[in-house]
């Protein structure tokens, strides 16, 4: 049976979707917990009694494996693992990433995925490194559409098979690669090759690799973020259009004695406290955690719950349409994360295209939020709104005589005519005092209006100290003080 997505909210390029492969399925965004059998803090059942509704495991290692293998084959992944979710399996592209080669064919390792009973296989896709010079990029990229090309020869085009887009930091490569990978039939596209910047936060690269390879695939083709790994990165994931994640950092975390929250990570041994409320940290102090002989497997434990909880955080923020407030909150934990979120904001041109009309709110949380879809997406209605010939944006809320209509001013979108008044997003935003950035951001607004209506005479009634932010962003118009 063929993997199906079906998207049924969206916000920013983020969706709320259910991706079914085979009689299984996931509500999306998810996280899929990585499983390795040889060294398991956490049960594949305990992480089902926990919320988790899909894993992912290693197939090269039940391969590879004196104990796993023939269990699984004879078994099946489900009851060896002991989870009755969506059990994805990945190929043994990533031990060939941090080892070079590995001792098994695209064949073999899909031969193998489907006999152990796997609800997804990975093809063995070449990771090229983000460092890789552009010929290199270009041959694995080959290599690895070949092999894509070569599992739905094998399996046939309803196997449920993932198609992941390569392409190393070459954007032209990820955007035809997921292209490509969306004509060859793939529903399910892992974007790979990107935990190297995760590691080193290299989060604004992240986002424009990210970028590109969505501009390629189809948009109704599920998108899984390989490696993908730190809660607080998960927001800004799923606002470009990312819908899978899989996380081994709640255990490897967890051996390096490390604590994860939604903003970030922090030493178990330099803790007084246990800032969350998960089980495990009301029922243990700091010192009692650390002092555990479970310290690694509790500490697993609760990373993978921060890491569960986040999930329903942000499907809860695309049901409400309050995921850029999500984004911004947790973008500002770290330098590198704002980065990123800054370079998301860069492509907001291109995002306004999948937002949605209407949310529960537009908060304004700093300069940031002035270069947010909606306030694009107002600009470009300003130039459709019909007007008479003698106008007043009056950003002071005086109404002069002369006029055929006073348009009020609502920064950051600017004038609107009162219909709008009680409509999104002017009628439920929310800002706080006027700034500079807010206010320029409303004068763009209105240079728009001049622009795009040359027949009228357009005068802007001003508060004595925004007329040099006005003077700046709508040059030679008339204001009147
Ligand atoms: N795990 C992390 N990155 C990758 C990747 O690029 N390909 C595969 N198959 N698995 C991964
Ligand atoms: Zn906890």
Redesign the pocket.
Known sequence: MPITFEILEKDIAGRLGRLKAGKRSVRTPALLPVVNPHLQPVTAGEMQAMGAEGLITNAYIFSRSEDFRERALSLGLHRVLGFDGLIMT?????Q??VYGEVEITNMETLWFQQSIGSDIF??????TPPDADRAQAEKELGLTMARLREAKELLGPDAPL?G?V?GGRFQDLREQAGREVGELGFSFC??????PLMEAYRYGELVEVVTASKKGIPASSCVHL??AGHPAMFALAVAMGCDIF?SAAYALYARERRYLTPSGSAKLDELQELPCPCRICRTHSAEELRTSADCERLLALHNLQVSLAEISRIRQAIQDGVLWELVDERCRSHPQLLKGYRALLNHAGSLEASDRVSKRRFFYRGSESCARTEVIRYHALIERILLPPRVLVSMDGRELPGFDLALPFRPPFGPYPPELGETFPIGQSEIPDWDEAMVSAGCRGIRRLIESHPGCRVAISCPDEWIGVVRKEVPGAEVIF
């Open positions: 990945d190929s043994g592209s990533f060939l990433s990975v093809p063995l896709d070449i990771p993932a992941p390569q892992p974007i790979g090759a990107v935990v390989f490696g899989d």
